[in-house]
């Protein structure tokens, strides 16, 4: 019984480390605030949730991206990470390039928003 408690105590002392890890924070620095694309890139939405701004994602060469198996697939940090359906944007790409917004938390890097470039 004693084990028990110790490991609920430890559960619910690393619980508020792991969900504030969760939290995905903007960055919007002003870098693009001139940009004429500023306004698109901040309505860019996926199915699960907004990709904030093109301050927070970034573009992909094309060798770290691939239509994999019906699936889209990126090269982050060396390591090739699934792109859920949910995450990827039908509409137009206005940028052109290939874009992603990754969420890194404790449990690793997940992908909120993927755009395929205009492949022109």
């Known amino acids: 019984m004693d084990r028990l408690k110790l490991s609920l105590r430890r559960a619910l002392l690393v619980a508020p480390f792991v969900l504030w890890g969760g939290n995905a924070l903007g960055r919007d620095d002003g870098r693009y605030a001139d940009s004429p694309l500023k306004p698109w890139f901040d309505s860019l939405r996926s199915h699960l949730g907004p ?70």
Request: net charge negative; charged share 25%; proline share 7%.
């Open 51 to 120: 990709c904030c701004s093109d301050a927070d994602g970034f573009a992909v060469a094309d060798p770290d991206w691939e239509s994999h198996n019906g699936h889209y697939r990126v090269r982050l940090d060396g390591e090739w990470i699934e792109v859920p359906d949910e995450a990827v944007i039908t509409e137009p790409n206005r940028a052109g390039r290939t874009m992603v917004w990754p969420v890194k938390t404790a449990f690793g890097v997940s992908i909120r928003c993927f755009m395929p470039g205009s492949m022109i």
